[in-house]
Nanobody
Framework: QVQLVESGGGLVQPGESLRLSCAFS????????MFWYRQVPGAQRELVAI???????YYVDSVKGRFTISRTNAKNAAYLQMNNLQPEDTAVYYC?????????WGQGTQVTVLS
């Protein structure tokens, strides 16, 4: 059974940075595609970034050039480096992992950018 635990959220000013971490407990982390999503109250969960097992990445347009997704297989961890944060980035950020039919979610970490 896989468990995901996010950390690194917080309260920041516009223009500041945060680095989110997703700790993966389970087997075969390197085979999983890792995702970061975010959600604001009353809205659907939004895909932010993806990194697959070979390191290819994808970003939603609104974060391109500001956010970087990465992974360290030796540490069973994925990361989301968020630079130049803006108030519209305020959300609960969730880590997600997928491999074939398996899918797991973390509990989320709050990111608040003051306006």
């Amino acid at each position: 059974q896989v468990q995901l635990v996010e950390s690194g959220g917080g309260l920041v000013q516009p223009g500041e940075s945060l680095r989110l971490s997703c700790a993966f407990s389970g087997s075969f982390f390197s085979r999983y595609t890792m995702f970061w999503y975010r959600q604001v109250p009353g809205a659907q969960r939004e895909l932010v970034a993806i990194i697959n097992s070979v390191g290819s990445t994808y970003y939603v347009d609104s974060v391109k050039g500001r956010f970087t997704i990465s992974r360290t297989n030796a540490k069973n961890a994925a990361y989301l480096q968020m630079n130049n944060l803006q108030p519209e980035d305020t959300a609960v950020y969730y880590c997600n992992s997928k491999l074939s039919r398996e899918e797991y979610w973390g509990q989320g970490t709050q990111v608040t950018v003051l306006s």
